[in-house]
């Protein structure tokens, strides 16, 4: 009788120390829980929202040494429930429970330390990703509100107006999809929602714009008329300008132009096309169509007018350089003899100078090709502009070299 009773006082204080030891352990660990779950979630709304941030990285160290307190938590606790039922003693248990007690209190340590490094940053984080569905919901209000304007609108049937409201229903689509879809996020909602909001202003703006359509549409056709008879009397001397060339210069000035005037119509006439198009699409009330198409037409007119113009103004710049060749070769050695001042001034003769130099004896044996009856003045002049053109390289790259250098 005596040996049960010293068993049972025995038994009976083990237990009271289990039972004080457990409950001093689930402390630290729902502390450390408490505060882990909290950071893990910030954590998430961080990588959803912010994932340039990279913050899931930067936690996982920390995440890793509170699974490891839990484990040792879990297995510590097992034991000492086994022991408390079988009423049996665990070796060094104070000592243990000590050293799992620090080890889930050294976490949660470190989850603080984490999460005040960059408090500011979570906390708005997990404030975005609580507001996301609020968002969504008044993205989806205002992009129905606007799409019902779009539908019920005189102007519907305006490319941009169809073209944006198409735009709105795929980003409404899209915004469902995210946020029906397994596995989707705050992030990918949050993505959507904006999506959604960018399509319904620029569907709000098209609807806004479309009155003005009319009246911008009827202002282009009359200006692209008045342009079209302009390059019609312009194309005229098209003509008579190559006439000019091959009577006057040697064939070789000329020999690039042969089908300017061909061309030159063919863009007039494409031109006319488009405008005859447009005018047709603003009487059927198609505004927007008849912009696109006095813009095409614009384009084939500034083709024409090129065409016209390298035929003109060839004629007047080889008549110029017929009249004074010197003239052309004055201004090309005026450029050389400046950038060899700037060798001298930056002290880079020693690297260009040679070159340099070169470049005049270029230009005289340019100017002595000017002989016989028709000389190729084109030729002349296309040879000097490429004496400029790399006599202008070597400004440039002098002037790109740090200070003056000595010899």
């Not at 699974?67 to 000492?80: H, I, K, P, R, V």
């Not at 243990?96 to 949660?108: G, I, K, P, S």
């Not at 064939?251 to 096309?273: F, H, K, P, T, V």
Request: charged share 25%; glycine share 6%.
């Amino acid at each position: 009788m005596a040996g049960r009773r010293r068993s049972w006082f025995r038994s009976s204080g083990n237990s009271e120390w289990i039972e004080r030891a457990r409950a001093g352990l689930a402390d630290a660990f729902l502390d450390m829980d408490r505060r882990q779950s909290a950071a893990e979630a910030a954590v998430h709304a961080s990588g959803e929202v912010f994932p340039e941030r990279g913050l899931p990285a930067v936690w996982e160290p920390v995440r890793a040494r509170c699974y490891d307190a839990a484990g040792a938590y879990l297995a510590l606790t097992e034991e000492l429930e086994a022991a408390q039922r079988d009423g049996t003693d665990i070796a060094d248990g104070q000592r243990r429970t000590d050293t799992v007690t620090r080890q889930l209190v050294d976490a949660a340590r470190a989850v603080d330390e984490f999460y005040r490094a960059d408090q500011a940053g979570l906390e708005h984080a997990v404030a975005i990703v609580r507001s996301v569905p609020q968002l969504a919901q008044q993205v989806k209000v205002a992009a129905a509100a606007v799409r019902g304007q779009a539908a019920d609108s005189e102007y519907a049937d305006y490319p941009s107006v169809r073209l944006r409201a198409a735009a709105v229903d795929e980003a409404l689509v899209t915004l469902e999809s995210a946020g029906s879809g397994a596995g989707s996020g705050s992030g990918a909602v949050r993505a959507a929602a904006n999506r959604l909001d960018a399509a319904t202003k620029e569907l709000a703006e098209a609807l806004a714009q479309a009155p003005s359509r009319l009246g911008a549409a009827n202002t282009a056709l009359t200006s692209v008329d008045t342009r079209l008879s302009a390059v019609r009397n312009r194309a005229e001397g098209v003509g008579p300008a190559y006439s000019a060339l091959l009577r006057e210069f040697n064939a070789a000035s000329s020999a690039d132009l042969a089908n300017n005037g061909r061309e030159c119509q063919q863009a007039i006439d494409a031109a006319a096309d488009a405008l005859a198009g447009a005018r047709a699409a603003s009487v059927a009330n198609n505004p927007e169509s008849a912009l696109e198409l006095t813009a095409t037409a614009r384009g084939n007119l500034a083709r024409a007018e090129q065409l016209i113009d390298a035929v003109t103004k060839r004629l007047e710049l080889l008549r110029s350089v017929r009249e004074d060749p010197q003239d052309k070769a004055k201004a090309v050695r005026f450029r050389l003899r400046d950038a060899q001042m700037l060798a001298v001034s930056r002290g880079l003769a020693g690297e260009w100078g040679s070159v340099l130099d070169a470049q005049a004896e270029r230009i005289e044996r340019i100017t002595e090709t000017l002989s016989g009856r028709h000389p190729d003045y084109w030729a002349y002049v296309a040879e000097l502009d490429a004496v400029t053109e790399f006599i202008a390289g070597v400004v440039d790259r002098m002037r790109k070299q740090a200070g003056p250098r000595r010899e």
